[in-house]
């Protein structure tokens, strides 16, 4: 039986068990609700919940050990023509039987021995499906009927409910808990090991950048230079330029549309605005590639500059017409929530509307500002695609906008692309960059909440 099939009864199962619990709750009342203690559809929802729950937990484990116990039955059972020592080649005839048994190509000859084997895989799995169906639906059916009888007017049906509730919104926040602890051990192990092979100092503040490690002692264009300041400074570099577009653009649109628009425009134009999120990035990378970086290579060519097809300046301006919706939109949303009694007492005062905007609303609003900027900056050093397509992956520490540079996000990427071997420094330098750019993040956010904080208090 297939998994689909197991988890539709599954389901049809928990709903029978939602209306039988609340039908048996009537009856022990004889049809008055406000005899028992909750109200009926606590008790299906009671019922539902030991129907359910333990049945899906069962399928879960079922299906995370299916495949490896099947698998190891299988080579216990091997022909001897096939048992090899070497672990690798081992893994070889197992992935071929495998494809064998699901159809797909296999990467040597079909044996006897190998039929055989995918045959005998087959129908293991077929008697676990099988067995799976008959294990997760008995335990569905006896914890229905446990259920069911452990039904009364008294039960506190609506408590077990909101437990059984807050234990699984407890179990999912804990879950987003533990990846982020993950990801943060992951980075610092990994790292930790690069930095075995690799100074820190030389890899914060060295100049040159070639991860490129010799295999061979008399190996040639291999150097290994691991100086991260060209991609740090790249990537603020790219960043500072997109910020400088998205940042006066995207607040003056938001001060406009909060503030002087009539509704028909404002209607019209934000959503309009809020397009340019919607774009993959991969489009604005071709955009950046195709019209903006050869605009400004034809450009310098006529006045006699030498201007390089692939520029800081054509993926800084192209990221930041992408993130401008991101500084907008926030700020827009954060202006209209400024109180408009704020308004009325500065016009009060003889305030015109400019000075008021200036000195009342900005101020007011400039927690949830800086909150839409600290956004689009994580935004915009973390872009990837953009930067690769018109910024090239050259190292170059400049601060030209007219020469090629890379980031941070474009390395990482250019790295782990590929079969990748985990014990060399080349590789791990990608979760050094990770962790930099880890740090960066968080002390961005460090300093946004900070003035988020201190400007809180005093509106409040």
Known sequence: MSFYFILIALIGLTVFGFYLGRSRSLATVGGHANKLHSRPHYYGYFVALWCGVPALLVMGAWLVFQTSIVEMVVQADLAQSLLIDDASRMSLVMNDIRNLASGNITSGDITADVQAAADHYVSLMNISQLAQMVVVLSLGIAALAYARQRISPNMRARNRVERAVMVFLIICSSIAILTTIGIVLSLVFESYRFFEMVSPIDFLFGLEWSPQTALRSDQVGSSGAFGAIPLFAGTLFISLIAMCIAGPIGLLSA??????????????????????????????????????????????????????????????????????????????????????????????????????????????????????????????????????MAAGLGANLTANPFEAVTTVTVQIVTLLVGDQEFDSAKTLAAFALGLVLFCVTLCLNIIALTVVNKYREQYD
Request: overall charge neutral; proline content about 7%.
């Open 255 to 388: 001060i406009y549309m909060a503030e002087y628009a009539p509704p028909k425009v404002r209607g019209t134009v934000k959503p309009l605005l809020e397009i340019l999120a919607g774009i993959p990035t991969v489009v604005y990378g071709f955009f950046a590639a195709l019209t903006v970086a050869p605009f400004f290579r034809d450009s310098g060519s006529l006045m006699g500059l030498n201007i390089s097809s692939e520029s800081a300046m054509a993926a800084g301006i192209v990221m930041g017409i992408m993130i401008i919706p991101f500084v907008s939109s926030l700020s827009d949303d954060v202006i209209n929530a400024v109180p408009q009694s704020l308004r009325e007492g500065s016009y009060g005062l003889g305030a015109t509307r400019s000075e008021t905007i200036k000195k009342v609303i900005l101020p007011a609003a400039l927690p949830g500002v800086v909150g839409a900027f600290m956004l689009a900056i994580s935004r915009a050093i973390g872009e990837t695609m953009i930067v690769v």
